[in-house]
């Protein structure tokens, strides 16, 4: 019994070691791609600061903006969700925060009497909300560890195309914003209609007269569904960073208990070594024990060769008589 338990110990041993062997690679290779995705962050901000700051002259031009993105409704029927989360697990809490942020928000428009529509990005976000029976109008997967500026396009082409013809009045974004490796934050954020002050830039003083042509409408028209697009994309950007550095975390407290695992393992192990070869001796000694006070009428050549004793090999016995 202890030789098949310490079979079994080595045996879940050698599976922990391979499953940790996997477990830090999958850390090393999340590290590694933090840093890309917070260049990536990094490469996208100056295209969208200087698409926020020509939207911001075109609309404080003084005249009146008739853009749709810009109006907001008089009242909020039906609410868009974007969910962004990840195509793949294993990284700890990351894809269950954002649903359960998004789940809280679709609670908010039940309460509220507010019908909802559903724009999930990842395999993970679209397979919990199916499972739960919410209905889904588009999912976006393939790109959540490193999206695009085109996959940005096409979910804003989809929300955008639904706002416009007055099939949803409000449209929020569910995300993860990098803050830092070792801090990620849920959020929800408006992303239609776009507020003024989403798009002011906070830097005060007189700012020049502009002549704009075609007009300011035409414009704006073509630039706000690429300013949308850009906010989509930095979503997408800091949702694939926190689920790299959430990834690295996950798998580095997976190897620390594969370590902290093998080590008791290996304890246990030795112990059922220890107790087979206690049982494998008790055994021997009992058995010779017992041979020893076994009373046999001839005598035994192996018991007085192992004491020590010279037996009569050419003794003869005599029948009796």
Known sequence: MAGGTERL??????????????????????????VRAQAAVAAA??????????????????????????????????????????????CGAYNSSVIRAAEASLREDASAARD?????????????FRYRGYHIDAAFTGFSDKPTYEDARRIGEVASAAFVAGETDLVEIVYTRFVSVGRQEVVRETLMPLSRDDIAEEEGGLKPAYEFEPGTDEILDLLLPRYVDSRIYA?????AASEHAARQRAMKAATDNADDLITTLTRGMN???????????????????????????EPDYLIDTIEGRQPDLFATHSPER
């Open 9 to 34: 110990l080595r045996r879940r041993i050698r599976t922990i070691q391979s499953t940790q062997k996997i477990t830090r690679a999958m850390q090393l290779i999340a590290a590694s791609r933090i």
């Open 45 to 90: 901000q100056p295209y969208s600061e200087a698409i926020t700051a020509v939207i911001h002259d075109l609309s404080s031009g003084g005249g009146p903006v008739a853009s749709p993105l810009l109006q907001p409704r008089d009242e909020t029927r039906k609410v868009a969700h974007i969910v962004v989360a990840a195509d793949r697990g294993l």
């Open 116 to 128: 909802y529509s559903m724009l999930v990005v990842g395999r993970r976000a679209e397979g919990s």
């Open 235 to 239: 979503a997408l950007l800091n949702a």
């Open 271 to 297: 112990r059922a070594r220890q107790d087979a070869i206690t049982t494998e001796i008790m055994e021997i000694v009992g058995g010779a024990e017992a041979l020893r006070k076994a009373k046999q009428t």
